[in-house]
Each structure stands twice: as C-alpha cells, then as structure tokens.
C-alpha cells in the first residue's frame, strides 16, 4: 500500500463522482495497492478493507479527525475529535468461522464489499442475500440432512440466523465501529456509528474543492499548468499563495 499524490487524490474525487460509496472505498484501495488485484480488494473483509481505508486517510490528512453527529432526540449537533489509533480495533478473524446454534452447526465467513453491493442491491431482502453469500455450509446436530442444501440458510431458523450475523459482527470489530456519545444539551446517551468510506470521501471532497480554488489562483497568477501545481509540495504551494495574497 503507498500514499496517493495530490494529482491521484483529485482524479479519483473526480472519478467518484458518479459512484456508489462501495465503489468509491474500492477505487481508493485500488489506486492506494497497484500490486493488488481490483477482484482480491474486493474479496477483502470490511474491517480490513476499512482498516486500510483508516492506513490511507492518515497518510492523506493526518491522524486527528472530527465528526459531526447531530443528538437523535434534541438535535443538537455535536462534535466529536479522535484519533486514528483510537478507532483501531484487533484485525478479523479471517479463517473460516464455525457455529452452533438451534441446533445447526454452520460454516460461514466474514462479508466483503461484494457480499454487501449485493446486499444493498437486494433491498428488503439483503439480509438474506448477505446470510446466503457467507454462509458455507449448514449441518444439523441430530445427523438429518438439511432439506435443502444447495440453499443452506433457507432451512436455518432465525434464531441460528441472528446468531450468525452476532458472530460476524464479533469476529470483525473494524467493520462496525461505534462510539458512545452523550448530547452536552440534552444528557440522551447513544452509540453512534461511524463509517471510514463515507468519512473519508466526505473529506477528500472539501479537499478537492480546496485544491481547485488553489489550482485556479496560481495558475490564473503564473500561467502553470495544473499538473505542475498540484505535484508542489504543500508547503510550496502554500507559500506561493500567500505571496500573491501580499502582492
Ligand atoms: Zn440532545
């Protein structure tokens, strides 16, 4: 994994544009591991996809980052700062995962980002699409055969359903990170959730912004071109601006 240039950081805002969120993380990673295959980023589970998106927002802006979240009673907005290493959980267990419940034993494993492009797609009936996709393989305690067993998850009960997706949150603490926030206004306690791709993406779109009305400013100043301007360093460019702003 390497840190991406300004330039690369700008194609892929403009890129994004007319992308999902999934395909926004996955086109970070891509152009972030040009060693890595686009179909194995995919594969990669969501905690470890977001543990590298995490890697990769610190090498772009740094370790210390703010949320907004507005209170869901009062609607207070409040803000939130931590740091990288603060929302680091402990990698996935990405082996196979075994459980018993209800009396099945299933094989499943942890969704990626295609488990869940198809969940999202599926609308009412994702959480089924994500159980059908990561479960491997169902057996029942007593030795019957499960009805139907090229669709082992139709015959789990929902008991043994609910278990599976609890042990996949456990098993990838990195995919759903929550922080326990109380309203300063109101004193209501809740577990807000935050998510990297959208927080990232957010960021880099402020950035962008940023970065063109900088672009515009040299270049209507000194006639560079765009390239040119955007592989100066910060610091540089910075400098050069501050510059015209005394002139
Ligand atoms: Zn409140």
Redesign the pocket.
Known sequence: MQPLSAFELLRLWEWGQGQTPLRRGLGLLAAACPDEELATLAQLPIGERDARLLTLREWSFGRDLTALVD??????PLELSFRTDEIRTAPAMTDQLVLENAGYRVWFRLPNTLDVEAALTAGQEGHAVLLQRCVLGTQRLDGEPVPVPEAPVDALPAAAAAAIMAAIEAADPQAKLTFAVT?F????PWQALFDIVSFFWNEINVWAMRMLAEVHALASAYHWREADILALSPWRRQAYLQLLGAA
């Open positions: 209170c869901p009673r009062c609607h207070e309203c206004s109101c004193g209501y």
